[in-house]
Nanobody
Framework: QVQLVESGGGLGQPGGSLRLSCAAS????????MAWYRQAPGKQRHLVAW???????NYTDSVKGRFTISRDNGKNTVYLQMNSLKPEDTAVYYC?????????WGQGTQVTVSS
């Protein structure tokens, strides 16, 4: 069982920055594939970014060049640095882990981008 706890959401201004963190349980974090998803009101949940155990990354087109996913295996934590925020980034952001062919989700953290 893997438990994920997100933090760092809140209110951001257009053009500003926020950093999300996701702390994971377990002694084998370094081999988890980790990702961030988001779900805007009335819409489906979508993949934002993922990072493999070898730190290979990929991003959805709408956040490329603005968001950066990274991981610190020593802290069992994955991050999402969000720069140049836009109102359309407003959503609940969910941390995701894939381990032993099982998927795990965090409880979500709200990000609101508004002036």
């Amino acid at each position: 069982q893997v438990q994920l706890v997100e933090s760092g959401g809140g209110l951001g201004q257009p053009g500003g920055s926020l950093r999300l963190s996701c702390a994971a349980s377990g002694s084998r974090f370094s081999i988890y594939t980790m990702a961030w998803y988001r779900q805007a009101p009335g819409k489906q949940r979508h993949l934002v970014a993922w990072i493999t155990s070898t730190s290979r990354t990929n991003y959805t087109d709408s956040v490329k060049g603005r968001f950066t996913i990274s991981r610190d295996n020593g802290k069992n934590t994955v991050y999402l640095q969000m720069n140049s925020l836009k109102p359309e980034d407003t959503a609940v952001y969910y941390c995701y882990a894939l381990f032993n062919a099982r998927a795990y989700w965090g409880q979500g953290t709200q990000v609101t981008v508004s002036s």
